[in-house]
Protein backbone atom coordinates (compact mmCIF):
# COMPACT_ATOMS: atom_id res chain seq x y z
CA UNK A 1 0.00 0.00 0.00
CA UNK A 2 1.48 3.20 -0.71
CA UNK A 3 2.36 6.00 1.99
CA UNK A 4 0.63 9.21 2.92
CA UNK A 5 2.08 11.63 0.63
CA UNK A 6 -0.11 14.41 2.54
CA UNK A 7 -0.76 14.19 5.92
CA UNK A 8 -2.70 17.07 7.98
CA UNK A 9 -3.87 17.50 11.61
CA UNK A 10 -6.40 19.65 13.21
CA UNK A 11 -5.26 21.82 10.43
CA UNK A 12 -6.69 25.28 11.00
CA UNK A 13 -7.34 28.93 9.38
CA UNK A 14 -8.87 31.96 10.94
CA UNK A 15 -9.30 35.14 9.35
CA UNK A 16 -10.57 37.85 11.73
CA UNK A 17 -13.75 35.94 12.73
CA UNK A 18 -13.96 34.39 10.06
CA UNK A 19 -12.74 30.07 9.72
CA UNK A 20 -11.81 29.49 6.65
CA UNK A 21 -10.80 25.67 7.15
CA UNK A 22 -11.85 23.88 10.24
CA UNK A 23 -9.38 21.26 11.74
CA UNK A 24 -8.71 19.63 8.93
CA UNK A 25 -7.91 15.95 9.25
CA UNK A 26 -6.89 14.14 5.95
CA UNK A 27 -4.55 11.68 4.40
CA UNK A 28 -3.75 11.64 0.45
CA UNK A 29 -1.94 8.66 -1.09
CA UNK A 30 1.56 8.93 -3.16
CA UNK A 31 -0.22 8.09 -6.52
CA UNK A 32 -3.33 9.73 -5.82
CA UNK A 33 -5.59 11.82 -7.48
CA UNK A 34 -7.17 13.51 -4.80
CA UNK A 35 -9.92 15.44 -5.48
CA UNK A 36 -11.30 18.80 -2.93
CA UNK A 37 -14.94 19.12 -4.14
CA UNK A 38 -16.95 22.40 -2.60
CA UNK A 39 -18.40 25.52 -3.27
CA UNK A 40 -16.54 28.61 -4.18
CA UNK A 41 -15.49 30.19 -0.48
CA UNK A 42 -15.85 26.56 1.08
CA UNK A 43 -11.76 26.29 2.13
CA UNK A 44 -10.93 24.41 -0.46
CA UNK A 45 -8.46 27.50 -2.05
CA UNK A 46 -6.93 27.93 1.32
CA UNK A 47 -6.54 24.74 2.32
CA UNK A 48 -3.89 24.40 -0.80
CA UNK A 49 -1.99 27.65 0.22
CA UNK A 50 -1.32 26.54 3.62
CA UNK A 51 -0.16 23.42 2.15
CA UNK A 52 2.12 24.96 -0.50
CA UNK A 53 3.60 26.97 2.85
CA UNK A 54 2.16 31.13 0.81
CA UNK A 55 0.05 30.97 4.22
CA UNK A 56 0.54 29.92 7.55
CA UNK A 57 -2.21 27.88 9.60
CA UNK A 58 -3.24 29.27 12.49
CA UNK A 59 -3.70 25.75 14.42
CA UNK A 60 -2.77 22.29 13.71
CA UNK A 61 0.20 20.51 11.28
CA UNK A 62 0.77 19.34 8.17
CA UNK A 63 3.40 17.24 6.14
CA UNK A 64 3.68 17.50 2.55
CA UNK A 65 5.96 15.45 0.41
CA UNK A 66 7.74 14.05 3.77
CA UNK A 67 8.36 17.89 5.18
CA UNK A 68 6.78 19.81 7.92
CA UNK A 69 4.78 23.07 6.66
CA UNK A 70 5.84 24.67 9.00
CA UNK A 71 9.35 23.97 9.99
CA UNK A 72 10.75 23.23 6.81
CA UNK A 73 8.80 25.11 4.37
CA UNK A 74 11.73 25.83 1.99
CA UNK A 75 11.91 21.57 1.66
CA UNK A 76 8.08 21.60 0.70
CA UNK A 77 8.22 24.14 -2.28
CA UNK A 78 10.80 22.26 -3.90
CA UNK A 79 8.84 19.00 -3.78
CA UNK A 80 5.44 20.84 -5.01
CA UNK A 81 4.07 22.58 -8.18
CA UNK A 82 1.00 24.64 -7.90
CA UNK A 83 -1.28 26.10 -10.12
CA UNK A 84 -3.47 28.77 -8.97
CA UNK A 85 -5.07 31.59 -9.05
CA UNK A 86 -2.19 34.40 -8.13
CA UNK A 87 0.19 31.90 -9.78
CA UNK A 88 0.70 33.29 -13.45
CA UNK A 89 3.20 33.49 -16.17
CA UNK A 90 5.04 36.17 -17.35
CA UNK A 91 3.09 37.65 -20.44
CA UNK A 92 5.41 39.47 -22.08
CA UNK A 93 7.87 36.25 -22.33
CA UNK A 94 7.49 33.24 -24.26
CA UNK A 95 6.79 29.79 -22.94
CA UNK A 96 10.19 28.30 -23.24
CA UNK A 97 11.79 31.68 -22.01
CA UNK A 98 9.44 31.45 -19.08
CA UNK A 99 10.26 27.74 -18.10
CA UNK A 100 14.10 28.75 -18.58
CA UNK A 101 13.45 30.93 -15.80
CA UNK A 102 11.79 29.11 -13.25
CA UNK A 103 14.55 26.24 -13.94
CA UNK A 104 17.16 28.50 -12.62
CA UNK A 105 14.61 29.12 -9.87
CA UNK A 106 14.72 25.76 -9.54
CA UNK A 107 18.72 25.54 -9.15
CA UNK A 108 18.04 22.99 -12.27
CA UNK A 109 21.77 22.37 -14.17
CA UNK A 110 21.36 23.64 -17.56
CA UNK A 111 21.50 20.29 -19.68
CA UNK A 112 18.75 18.99 -17.30
CA UNK A 113 16.71 22.11 -17.45
CA UNK A 114 17.16 22.09 -21.83
CA UNK A 115 16.26 18.09 -21.62
CA UNK A 116 13.02 18.69 -19.42
CA UNK A 117 12.12 21.63 -21.21
CA UNK A 118 12.03 20.05 -24.85
CA UNK A 119 10.29 16.88 -22.54
CA UNK A 120 7.73 18.97 -20.93
CA UNK A 121 7.02 20.61 -24.86
CA UNK A 122 6.53 17.61 -27.01
CA UNK A 123 4.01 16.35 -24.05
CA UNK A 124 1.79 19.06 -24.19
CA UNK A 125 1.91 19.32 -27.81
CA UNK A 126 3.40 23.19 -27.80
CA UNK A 127 6.02 22.97 -30.91
CA UNK A 128 5.55 26.13 -32.80
CA UNK A 129 3.74 27.76 -29.87
CA UNK A 130 6.42 27.36 -27.63
CA UNK A 131 8.02 30.71 -29.47
CA UNK A 132 5.17 32.92 -28.76
CA UNK A 133 4.30 35.28 -26.04
CA UNK A 134 2.35 33.41 -23.29
CA UNK A 135 -0.07 36.92 -23.48
CA UNK A 136 -0.77 35.72 -27.12
CA UNK A 137 -1.97 32.60 -25.93
CA UNK A 138 -5.52 31.07 -25.79
CA UNK A 139 -6.57 30.52 -21.85
CA UNK A 140 -6.31 27.01 -22.22
CA UNK A 141 -2.62 26.61 -23.74
CA UNK A 142 -1.98 29.30 -20.99
CA UNK A 143 -3.56 27.10 -18.33
CA UNK A 144 -1.07 24.26 -20.07
CA UNK A 145 1.91 26.12 -19.91
CA UNK A 146 1.06 27.23 -15.86
CA UNK A 147 0.86 23.03 -15.94
CA UNK A 148 4.47 23.00 -17.64
CA UNK A 149 6.42 25.26 -15.50
CA UNK A 150 4.47 23.42 -12.26
CA UNK A 151 6.27 20.15 -13.74
CA UNK A 152 9.29 21.26 -14.66
CA UNK A 153 11.26 20.46 -11.50
CA UNK A 154 9.61 16.99 -11.60
CA UNK A 155 7.52 17.43 -8.24
CA UNK A 156 6.42 14.75 -5.73
CA UNK A 157 2.72 16.42 -5.29
CA UNK A 158 1.19 18.59 -8.03
CA UNK A 159 -1.86 20.91 -6.61
CA UNK A 160 -4.21 22.14 -9.39
CA UNK A 161 -6.93 24.16 -7.99
CA UNK A 162 -9.77 25.31 -10.14
CA UNK A 163 -7.61 24.62 -13.08
CA UNK A 164 -10.31 23.98 -15.82
CA UNK A 165 -12.21 27.53 -14.58
CA UNK A 166 -12.81 28.89 -17.69
CA UNK A 167 -11.74 26.88 -19.80
CA UNK A 168 -13.58 25.30 -22.98
CA UNK A 169 -14.86 22.01 -22.62
CA UNK A 170 -12.00 20.55 -25.06
CA UNK A 171 -9.42 22.00 -23.16
CA UNK A 172 -10.86 20.90 -19.52
CA UNK A 173 -11.49 17.43 -21.30
CA UNK A 174 -7.72 17.67 -22.22
CA UNK A 175 -6.66 18.87 -18.82
CA UNK A 176 -8.79 16.09 -16.84
CA UNK A 177 -7.10 13.33 -18.92
CA UNK A 178 -3.36 14.65 -18.88
CA UNK A 179 -4.02 14.69 -14.84
CA UNK A 180 -5.45 11.20 -14.62
CA UNK A 181 -2.64 9.64 -16.86
CA UNK A 182 -0.03 11.78 -14.38
CA UNK A 183 -1.25 9.94 -11.37
CA UNK A 184 -1.46 6.53 -13.21
CA UNK A 185 2.79 7.04 -13.41
CA UNK A 186 3.00 7.76 -9.72
CA UNK A 187 2.10 11.54 -9.20
CA UNK A 188 0.59 12.82 -6.43
CA UNK A 189 -2.19 14.85 -7.65
CA UNK A 190 -4.80 17.35 -5.22
CA UNK A 191 -7.12 18.55 -7.76
CA UNK A 192 -9.35 21.76 -6.48
CA UNK A 193 -13.33 22.25 -8.15
CA UNK A 194 -16.71 23.60 -7.59
CA UNK A 195 -17.84 21.45 -10.82
CA UNK A 196 -19.46 18.41 -9.48
CA UNK A 197 -19.21 16.45 -12.75
CA UNK A 198 -15.34 16.70 -12.53
CA UNK A 199 -14.25 14.61 -9.48
CA UNK A 200 -16.82 11.59 -10.18
CA UNK A 201 -14.63 11.27 -14.15
CA UNK A 202 -11.27 11.65 -13.01
CA UNK A 203 -10.40 11.29 -9.13
CA UNK A 204 -9.56 8.20 -7.05
CA UNK A 205 -11.06 9.51 -3.83
CA UNK A 206 -13.21 12.93 -3.10
CA UNK A 207 -13.06 15.40 0.02
CA UNK A 208 -16.40 16.95 0.24
CA UNK A 209 -15.58 20.26 1.78
CA UNK A 210 -18.13 22.40 3.00
CA UNK A 211 -18.08 25.84 5.04
CA UNK A 212 -14.64 25.34 6.04
CA UNK A 213 -15.03 21.57 6.97
CA UNK A 214 -14.34 18.21 5.56
CA UNK A 215 -17.45 16.73 5.57
CA UNK A 216 -16.84 13.00 4.16
CA UNK A 217 -14.12 11.22 2.25
CA UNK A 218 -14.62 8.33 0.02
CA UNK A 219 -14.67 7.58 -3.59
CA UNK A 220 -17.01 8.64 -5.95
CA UNK A 221 -18.80 5.48 -5.91
CA UNK A 222 -18.74 4.87 -2.02
CA UNK A 223 -19.63 8.94 -1.65
CA UNK A 224 -23.07 8.78 -3.92
CA UNK A 225 -23.94 4.98 -2.23
CA UNK A 226 -23.27 6.20 1.30
CA UNK A 227 -25.87 9.11 1.73
CA UNK A 228 -28.47 7.61 -0.91
CA UNK A 229 -29.26 4.25 -0.67
CA UNK A 230 -32.77 4.96 -2.62
CA UNK A 231 -33.46 3.85 -6.02
CA UNK A 232 -34.91 6.71 -8.71
CA UNK A 233 -37.27 5.56 -11.64
CA UNK A 234 -38.00 7.85 -14.65
CA UNK A 235 -40.62 7.45 -17.13
CA UNK A 236 -41.58 8.96 -19.96
CA UNK A 237 -45.60 8.64 -19.83
CA UNK A 238 -47.65 11.67 -21.31
CA UNK A 239 -50.67 13.04 -20.21
CA UNK A 240 -50.72 11.14 -16.67
CA UNK A 241 -54.12 12.72 -14.82
CA UNK A 242 -53.68 13.84 -11.12
CA UNK A 243 -55.73 10.60 -10.55
CA UNK A 244 -53.17 8.45 -12.62
CA UNK A 245 -50.36 9.75 -10.55
CA UNK A 246 -52.00 9.22 -7.29
CA UNK A 247 -51.97 5.65 -7.69
CA UNK A 248 -48.49 5.80 -8.15
CA UNK A 249 -48.29 7.43 -4.49
CA UNK A 250 -50.03 4.63 -3.42
CA UNK A 251 -47.72 2.01 -3.72
CA UNK A 252 -46.67 2.48 -0.26
CA UNK A 253 -42.54 2.77 -0.62
CA UNK A 254 -42.84 5.82 -2.71
CA UNK A 255 -40.52 8.52 -0.72
CA UNK A 256 -40.83 11.22 -3.67
CA UNK A 257 -42.40 11.40 -6.60
CA UNK A 258 -42.66 14.36 -9.27
CA UNK A 259 -44.41 14.47 -12.70
CA UNK A 260 -43.50 17.56 -15.46
CA UNK A 261 -45.76 16.07 -18.62
CA UNK A 262 -44.66 13.55 -19.97
CA UNK A 263 -41.75 12.93 -17.63
CA UNK A 264 -42.72 10.80 -14.58
CA UNK A 265 -40.00 10.57 -11.16
CA UNK A 266 -40.23 8.45 -8.67
CA UNK A 267 -38.01 7.63 -5.81
CA UNK A 268 -38.06 5.42 -3.06
CA UNK A 269 -35.58 3.47 -0.55
CA UNK A 270 -33.80 0.70 -2.15
CA UNK A 271 -35.86 -1.53 -4.38
CA UNK A 272 -34.31 -3.68 -7.26
CA UNK A 273 -38.49 -4.10 -8.78
CA UNK A 274 -39.73 -0.76 -8.53
CA UNK A 275 -39.27 -0.06 -11.89
CA UNK A 276 -41.74 -3.18 -12.62
CA UNK A 277 -43.92 -2.18 -10.30
CA UNK A 278 -43.97 1.28 -11.33
CA UNK A 279 -44.58 -0.02 -14.73
CA UNK A 280 -47.23 -2.53 -13.79
CA UNK A 281 -49.25 0.66 -11.90
CA UNK A 282 -48.83 2.65 -14.70
CA UNK A 283 -50.10 0.16 -17.22
CA UNK A 284 -53.10 -0.59 -14.97
CA UNK A 285 -53.97 3.04 -14.76
CA UNK A 286 -54.16 3.16 -18.57
CA UNK A 287 -51.03 5.10 -18.93
CA UNK A 288 -49.31 5.14 -22.11
CA UNK A 289 -45.65 4.37 -21.66
CA UNK A 290 -42.80 5.59 -23.90
CA UNK A 291 -39.49 4.91 -22.35
CA UNK A 292 -38.50 3.84 -18.65
CA UNK A 293 -35.26 4.55 -16.95
CA UNK A 294 -33.12 3.94 -13.95
CA UNK A 295 -31.18 6.23 -12.44
CA UNK A 296 -27.81 6.04 -10.21
CA UNK A 297 -27.21 8.76 -7.75
CA UNK A 298 -24.96 11.77 -8.51
CA UNK A 299 -21.63 13.15 -7.10
CA UNK A 300 -24.37 16.20 -7.02
CA UNK A 301 -27.27 14.47 -5.39
CA UNK A 302 -24.50 13.18 -2.69
CA UNK A 303 -23.23 16.74 -2.11
CA UNK A 304 -26.34 18.33 -1.53
CA UNK A 305 -27.04 15.61 1.14
CA UNK A 306 -23.89 15.55 2.73
CA UNK A 307 -23.91 19.53 3.24
CA UNK A 308 -27.81 19.96 4.37
CA UNK A 309 -29.71 19.93 1.35
CA UNK A 310 -30.50 22.67 -1.34
CA UNK A 311 -31.26 25.52 1.08
CA UNK A 312 -28.23 25.51 3.45
CA UNK A 313 -26.01 25.48 0.64
CA UNK A 314 -27.99 28.78 -1.17
CA UNK A 315 -27.42 29.87 3.12
CA UNK A 316 -24.05 29.58 2.73
CA UNK A 317 -23.77 30.97 -0.69
CA UNK A 318 -25.63 34.39 0.21
CA UNK A 319 -23.34 34.26 3.52
CA UNK A 320 -20.23 33.31 1.19
CA UNK A 321 -20.80 36.68 -1.44
CA UNK A 322 -21.52 39.01 1.45
CA UNK A 323 -18.01 38.24 2.75
CA UNK A 324 -16.61 39.32 -0.63
Known amino acids: MAENTITTKGLTKVFGHFTAVDTLNLDVKGGELFGLLGPNGAGKTTTVRMLCTLIDPTRGTANVAGYDIREQAAEVRRNIGVVSEGVSLYKDLTIEENLRLFSTLYDLPRTKAEAR ?15 RLVSALSSGWQKKAMICAALLHEPKVLFLDEVTSGL ?44 GRLVKVGSPNELKHSVSELSTVEVETPGLSATQVEKIRKLGKVCKISYNDPLLRVTCEHHEDLAEEVTKALMGAGARIRAVNTKEPTLEEAFISLTGGEEEIDRFLESSARRK
Open 168 to 211: DPQSAIALQDFTRKLCDEGETVIWTTHYMGEPEKICDRVGVVFA
Open 117 to 131: IRELMEMFGFREKSK
